[in-house]
C-alpha cells in the first residue's frame, strides 16, 4: 500500500511554460513533505521541502504547494528549462528524523 | 561539502553469490539508510541504522542484512542473490540535528545486475 503517490509517470512540458507534478498522500501523520530530483546515473538530490504548518513554499523557479485537507502537494517550476528533465520524487516523513517514504517519481521531459 | 559514496557505480554477479555494497559518508553522520529504486516504485527502504552496531528493518528487508562496525560506512549485504534483486541501490546519510528532511544527503548509486 503506497503511502505516498504520484499518479503521473511521466509528463512533457515545452521550455519556457510551467511543469505542474502532483503527488497524493494518505498518512495523515506526515509532517515535512520533500521533492527530491533525480538524474539518470546519480543519486537523488533534495530540491525544495514543505512543513505541515505553511501552504506554500518558494524557492526561485520552484514552488511547492500543499493541501492538507485533501492530502495533496504540488510543485510548480516556472518557467521550465530543458535542465529540468529528470525523475522528480515527492517524498514524506512524520519527523525530521524520521524515515522518508518516497513516491513512484514522475519523469519531467522539458521540450526546448 | 557532503559526500556520499558508494564503492562501485555497477556490479554484475550470478544467481546464489554473496554481494557486498558498501556506502561511506565523511560528516560523522549517525543515521544513514540504504533504498533500492526501481521504475514505477519509488525508492523502497531496505534497512536502515541510527548509530554504529544499530540497525532497523524497512519496508522490504528479505533477503537482504546490513552491517554498521564504523559510523562511516554502512554495508548493504545480499545473502545470496537472486535475480529480483537486480536493481539502482541508494545509500542516503542523514545530517543530524539541522531539522528538516532535506538534509539528507544520497550517494551516486549502485546499479546491479543479478544473471
Known amino acids: 500500500d503506497q503511502q505516498v503517490k504520484q499518479n503521473s509517470p511521466s509528463l512533457s512540458v515545452q521550455e519556457g511554460r510551467i511543469s505542474i507534478l502532483n503527488c497524493d498522500y494518505t498518512?495523515?501523520?506526515?509532517?515535512?513533505f520533500l521533492w527530491y530530483k533525480k538524474y539518470p546515473a546519480e543519486g537523488p538530490t533534495f530540491l525544495i521541502s514543505?512543513?505541515?504548518?505553511?501552504d506554500k513554499n518558494e524557492d526561485g523557479r520552484f514552488t511547492v504547494f500543499l493541501n492538507k485537507s485533501a492530502k495533496h502537494l504540488s510543485l510548480h517550476i516556472v518557467p521550465s528549462q530543458p535542465g529540468d528533465s529528470a525523475v522528480y520524487f515527492c517524498?514524506?516523513?512524520?519527523?525530521?528524523?524520521?524515515?522518508?517514504?518516497f513516491g513512484p517519481g514522475t519523469s519531467l521531459s522539458v521540450i526546448p | 561539502d557532503v559526500k556520499v559514496t558508494q564503492s562501485s557505480r555497477y556490479l554484475v554477479k550470478r544467481t546464489g553469490e554473496k554481494v557486498f555494497l558498501e556506502c561511506v559518508q565523511d560528516?560523522?553522520?549517525?543515521?544513514m539508510f540504504w533504498y533500492r529504486q526501481d521504475p514505477g516504485l519509488g525508492l523502497r527502504l531496505i534497512y536502515f541504522?541510527?548509530?554504529?552496531?544499530?540497525?532497523e528493518k524497512g519496508d522490504i528487508p528479505e533477503g537482504y542484512s546490513v552491517s554498521r562496525e564504523k559510523k562511516e560506512r554502512f554495508s548493504l549485504i545480499l545473502e545470496s542473490a537472486s535475480t529480483n534483486q537486480t536493481s539502482m541501490y541508494l545509500c542516503?546519510?542523514?545530517?543530524?540535528?539541522?531539522?528538516?528532511?532535506?538534509?539528507?544527503?544520497f550517494g551516486p548509486g549502485t546499479r546491479l545486475t543479478v544473471t
Open positions: 498518512n495523515s501523520m506526515f509532517d515535512y
Open positions: 542516503a546519510s542523514v545530517a543530524p540535528g539541522e531539522g528538516l528532511a532535506g538534509s539528507w544527503y
Open positions: 541504522s541510527y548509530d554504529v552496531k544499530m540497525k
Open positions: 560528516m560523522d553522520h549517525e543515521n
Open positions: 517524498a514524506a516523513c512524520k519527523t525530521s528524523y524520521d524515515k522518508v517514504i
Open positions: 514543505i512543513s505541515s504548518i505553511k
